[in-house]
Nanobody, 120 residues
Framework: QVQLVESGGGSVQAGGSLRLSCAAS????????MAWFRQPPGKDRERVAS???????RYADSVKGRFTISRDNAKISLFLQMNSLNPEDTAMYYC??????????????WGQGTQVTVSS
């Protein structure tokens, strides 16, 4: 079965950096869209970034220039490098996959999430 396991969350001061990882299994990772979503406290879940099988990336306006999504098909892993973090980035971060080569923003599977907390 499809499994997505996030790691790398934690607490950091404003201006700091974190790198999230997502270990995937149970599907042909290299063929499909992968994405990171986040859900701040009391708010809706939003897509942060996505990457398709060809390496094309998309970012939410709020993270452009600060976050970088990448994938390593050999390691069957997805990453999110987050720099210049600010308190508004505080959220539960989720790894997700769409079983499609196109990233439409409607994932089929989700990880359990990893918490990121940024203090001012």
């Amino acid at each position: 079965q499809v499994q997505l396991v996030e790691s790398g969350g934690g607490s950091v001061q404003a201006g700091g950096s974190l790198r999230l990882s997502c270990a995937a299994s149970g599907f042909t990772f290299s063929r499909y869209c992968m994405a990171w979503f986040r859900q701040p406290p009391g708010k809706d879940r939003e897509r942060v970034a996505s990457i398709d099988p060809y390496g094309t990336t998309r970012y939410a306006d709020s993270v452009k220039g600060r976050f970088t999504i990448s994938r390593d098909n050999a390691k069957i892993s997805l990453f999110l490098q987050m720099n210049s973090l600010n308190p508004e980035d505080t959220a539960m971060y989720y790894c997700a996959t769409e079983l499609s080569s196109r990233c439409s923003g409607r994932p089929d599977y989700w990880g359990q999430g990893t918490q990121v907390t940024v203090s001012s």
